[in-house]
């Protein structure tokens, strides 16, 4: 059996309407599973929502709702924006499914059988925006969460408490025996400085919080969120016809090969989240990827700040590839990056509209005018500059966004594209074209590399932008068929069959004003 792909978003909060910082890491997953299908890997994509805890319970108070039915309200947002941007998860998660709260039970006996949960007083500086406990040091103006710019509250409760620094040394060996657990290495010295100042344990129980899943051995409190949430991770892994058991969710796609989340987070997913799978016994991730922040006039975009992009909005009014093309290729992922909608569009006009749509249409052009609409027939055996290029083209592609490169992974394709567009114009076929035999069949050579390599393109970026590349296949004469059931070794060089009919043509990215 081919080796299986299981990835994951974060498990997004429902304390408001998703926005773009919320789309950016679904739109680099979906990409990706996109990317593994196409591979001929069996892909388990997981997103879902992260619906228990205090700013929930608080959030559904000021709007006089239930938190379920203020649950249920935003995950309709999110499946909307999911929908509007061609995200095509094979599992959404929520944590206030009955089968989410079988599977935490038995993960918390497991930890609890082991040992390292303990009953205690738990004091500090707590971040309600994080559901997060701060180290003093960690804050800013003396008692401001360093990433949501308000101040904490002292917290002091009897809570149930997981023995983390119990897990110290097993988390360093792990960290230095598999070095690309943590991805990118930047963000990976991050997670590596803060274990080596010490970990501390935390709670993992609430006294005051009502919105939440029962402890198993004290029903008077409610699981800590991140406890909860992150075992969503494991639920969604069940088959609907499963009964909630760790073994039935465990049997097939654990431990995922990958976790994409924002950087803020990484500390959950990197340090608690691998001591609490080790605590239970249970294989760690493969890798963890940190994404940077989208930052919007210098600031991190984010609902409590005001200053958040409608991704359906955008979507809406640039189409859903015009998205996921710009903050895939734009934005090196993982670093932090700041939106301008002036770029956005310069982006979209120079590649999608100039280089590639261009080059397609004025081929396709060409080919009706001088070759019967239909493909010319060549040697398909013969070289030229564009072939040179498109040959290893899929090589170089793999490893950049298999490493999630995909900024690098599109500057490759499109510098074929530009390539393409040069040696039209350098060839120049419609002169060819007129002259005598030789050179009629040379313009013809020129119109098939050119259409090829245009093809060869839509198959290594239909991951990125799946509409756009559909279209260009289509107008390529290939039929709905024929690219549902494309695979990988579509991206070699002949794939174009001398004598198919060309479809009839349309601008696929009218310029931006």
Not at 47 to 72: F, N, W, Y
Not at 79 to 99: C, G, H, M, V
Not at 313 to 326: F, H, I, N, P
Not at 358 to 380: E, G, H, I, M
Request: with cysteine; aromatic share 12%.
């Amino acid at each position: 059996m081919t080796q299986g792909f299981a990835l994951t978003t974060p498990l997004f909060y429902v304390n408001a309407l998703p926005h773009m910082g919320s789309a950016y890491p679904a739109i680099a997953a979906d990409a990706l599973a996109r990317y593994y299908r196409l591979r001929g890997r069996p892909v388990r994509f997981i997103t879902g929502t992260d619906e228990h805890g205090l700013k929930i319970e608080r959030t559904a108070a000021e709007r006089k709702l239930s938190p379920q039915v203020h649950s249920d309200e935003i995950v309709q947002g999110f499946e909307q924006l999911w929908k509007a941007l061609s995200i095509n998860y094979d599992r959404f998660i929520r944590t206030s499914d009955p089968r989410h709260t079988a599977i935490v039970s038995e993960f918390f006996q497991r930890v609890w059988q082991a040992g390292d949960i303990y009953k205690g007083r738990y004091t500090g500086p707590y971040c309600v925006e994080c559901e997060e406990f701060k180290r003093p040091q960690e804050l800013i103006n003396g008692n401001e969460c360093p990433i949501h710019r308000k101040p904490v509250k002292e917290q002091d409760e009897e809570n149930y408490i997981f023995a983390l620094s119990r897990y110290q040394e097993k988390l360093e060996g792990h960290y230095a025996a598999n070095p690309q657990f943590i991805q990118p290495d930047f963000r990976r010295n991050e997670v590596l400085n803060f274990v080596r100042e010490g970990l501390e344990d935390f709670s993992i129980s609430r006294a005051a919080v009502r919105w939440g899943i029962p402890l198993p051995v004290d029903p008077t409190q409610t699981l800590y969120v991140w406890f909860d949430a992150l075992l969503g991770y494991i639920t969604a892994l069940l088959e609907p016809e499963d009964e909630p058991t760790l073994e039935n969710a465990l049997r097939r796609w654990w431990p995922v090969n990958l976790h994409i989340v924002g950087k803020d987070i990484l500390r959950f997913h990197c340090v608690y989240w691998p001591a609490m799978l080790l605590s239970a016994g249970l294989p760690l991730p493969e890798r963890v990827f940190g994404h940077g922040f989208l930052t919007r006039d210098g600031e991190k975009m984010g609902k409590s700040r005001g200053n958040v992009i409608d991704p359906i909005a955008l979507s809406g009014q640039y189409g859903a590839d015009a998205v996921r093309y710009y903050f895939l290729k734009e934005i090196e992922f993982g670093r932090d990056s700041d939106f301008s909608e002036l770029r956005f569009k310069q982006i979209l006009n120079a590649d999608l509209a100039n280089d590639l749509g261009n080059l397609l249409n004025r081929t396709l052009n060409l080919t009706q005018k001088y070759c019967s609409n239909t493909v010319p027939d060549v040697a398909r055996g013969s070289s030229n500059p564009l072939r040179e290029i498109a040959e290893p083209l899929a090589a170089h592609f793999e490893p950049a966004f298999e490493s999630l490169a995909f900024s690098t992974a599109c500057d490759k394709v499109m510098a074929m594209i530009r390539a393409g567009n040069k040696y039209l114009d350098v060839q120049a076929p419609w002169s060819l074209i007129k002259q005598g035999p030789s050179e009629q069949q040379a313009a013809r050579e020129v119109f098939y590399a050119v259409l090829e390599s245009v093809r060869i393109a839509a198959v290594l970026l239909s991951p990125v932008i799946p509409s756009l590349t559909s279209e260009i296949y289509r107008q390529l004469g290939f039929s709905p068929q024929q690219w549902e059931s494309l695979d990988w070794r579509a991206a070699q060089w002949g794939g174009l069959p001398p004598g198919q009919v060309l479809s009839e043509r349309k601008v696929i990215f009218p310029r931006l004003e």
